[in-house]
């Protein structure tokens, strides 16, 4: 980024910006998008939007770090009452479906970002992995999650889940509303306690060691 805003009205026009570019690089692609069309459609001259951002590139950029920031807010956010880590599961899988009925553009601006900008997309995930992890882990110590699982390798597997059900039920399925409907959130809120949820053993088994 050139410079910072230093007004109320130039964050306001630099969040225009980010705004427009969601829409127009998700309709074109990064290819075809210009910095004319995102200027036109954010409502400033073409000049204006140099005093915020250096190339096209510079916007593609920043435009996935702010969807990571709000994406990662608004799971954190959803999951920070919950009184316990399989609710907290659920809670940030359906705030995470929410974000991306709103925010359909984030799947098809992530897949760019693998072949137009690789760091922006190695430091999305990254970034959301590192709070994921930090989570699942804090929950371990606390004995809430099983204690053979690795957070970080975990943390990973879990968001292919969110990522690739998002896929199927919010951008593939646009009449969701709020994300995905119930029934699949209860599946997938099932499919994570099988998967981290701390385990006892079986009655059987504690009967034949004599316990």
């Known amino acids: 980024m050139t410079s910072a805003p230093r007004t109320a009205r130039g964050a306001r026009t630099r969040a225009a910006l980010l ?17 004319v069309r995102i200027t036109e ?11 915020y951002f250096d190339s096209k590139l510079d916007l593609f950029d920043e435009l996935v770090d702010d969807l990571n920031r709000r994406v990662r807010r608004a799971m954190s956010e959803a999951s920070a009452a919950a009184p316990d880590r399989l609710s907290a599961e659920r809670a940030g899988f359906r705030a995470f479906f929410a ?59 879990l968001m292919g889940i969110g990522e690739l059900v998002g896929m199927r039920w919010v951008l593939w399925e646009r009449d ?31 009967e034949e060691n004599g316990s």
């Not at 459609?41 to 005093?51: E, H, I, K, S």
Request: charged share 25%.
């Open 19 to 35: 705004e427009a570019a969601e829409h127009v690089f998700a309709e074109l692609g990064y290819a075809d998008a210009s910095v």
């Open 176 to 206: 969701a509303e709020g994300g995905v409907p119930d029934h699949v959130l209860d599946q997938v809120a099932l499919l994570v306690d099988g998967a981290i949820g701390r385990r006892t053993a079986p009655a059987t088994t504690r």
């Open 41 to 51: 459609r954010a409502g400033v001259a073409q000049g204006t939007f140099y005093l």
């Open 99 to 157: 974000f991306t009925a709103e925010h359909p553009a984030l799947y098809r601006i992530i897949r760019a970002a693998e072949f137009v900008s690789p760091r922006a997309l190695h430091r999305h995930y990254d970034r959301i992995v590192e709070g994921y992890a930090e989570g699942l882990a804090e929950a371990q110590r606390h004995g809430e999650v099983r204690p053979d699982l690795d957070p970080d390798v975990a943390a990973w597997a």
